[in-house]
């Protein structure tokens, strides 16, 4: 009797082989962002202490708050991140050093009051606050005492990303996971994949764990599969 292998769906298949590493400001491509980075990463005193980060989707933001975050841990400091977009603001955050705060535009009104305490509390306290959102502050529809407090400090705009800075973050991504993508795979996701840098990260991350689970390399007939399938499921 002849015994078939069922082969497994691409959707089946475990898929947190191997975690991403953490996000890091030697990891972003800076190019076009360097006082952002300078601002971040300076150190106190005279570092700006109230940063707000604006600009298009796609354009890093949300990495940088993740990393700012990961900095201050490296320097001892007790610091959170938080996405307004899909958690509460908690009473907790009170109690840390830097608070990163992502998608302010997508604040509740009763965060938006938790956030005005949160910022005047940081500044008696010598402490710091990093927000982000698609517009400066005083652009955003939130209430009129935070986006003052908000505009009191240092506003930059992340500016995005060209193709050429996609492609050396992706290789960047690539080699941290010491996963060996050959260029047309890059090139073949920037022209048939969401175009911000986070999916395009995010999909790096999954052919990672798709070419472990099957044992396979990473190529362009591989990226097919997973497209196809993520769209069926979409």
């Not at 980060?53 to 900095?71: D, R």
């Not at 965060?111 to 982000?132: C, H, M, P, Y």
């Not at 935070?146 to 050396?168: F, I, N, Y």
């Amino acid at each position: 009797m002849i015994c078939h292998r069922r082969r497994t769906p691409l959707n089946q298949l475990i898929l947190d082989l191997s975690p991403p590493p953490a996000p890091a400001f030697d990891t972003f491509i800076a190019e076009r962002n360097r006082e952002v980075i300078a601002a971040l990463t300076a150190a106190a005193p005279p570092a700006e202490r109230f940063v707000h980060l604006w600009g298009e989707g796609g354009s890093g933001k949300s990495h940088l708050l993740n990393a700012w975050v990961e900095h201050a841990h490296a320097l001892g400091r007790a610091a959170i991140y938080l996405d307004a977009r899909s958690e509460r603001l908690p009473d907790f955050v009170r109690e840390a050093s830097a608070v990163a705060v992502d998608h302010v535009d997508d604040l509740d009104p009763d965060d938006q009051i938790t956030l005005f305490s949160v910022f005047n509390a940081l500044k008696e306290s010598g402490g710091r606050l990093l927000t982000a959102g698609r517009l400066p502050p005083a652009q955003l529809a939130l209430r009129p005492d935070l986006a003052t407090r908000l505009a009191s400090g240092l506003v930059l705009e992340v500016k995005p990303l060209s193709d050429s800075d996609k492609l050396t973050a992706l290789r960047r991504h690539a080699g941290a996971r010491q996963l060996n993508v050959p260029d047309e795979v890059f090139r073949y996701l920037l022209t048939h994949w969401r175009r911000d840098l986070s999916s395009l990260t995010s999909m790096l991350d999954t052919l990672d764990r798709y070419s472990l689970a099957l044992q396979r390399p990473v190529t362009v007939p591989l990226v097919k599969n997973i497209l196809q399938s993520r769209l069926l499921q979409d």
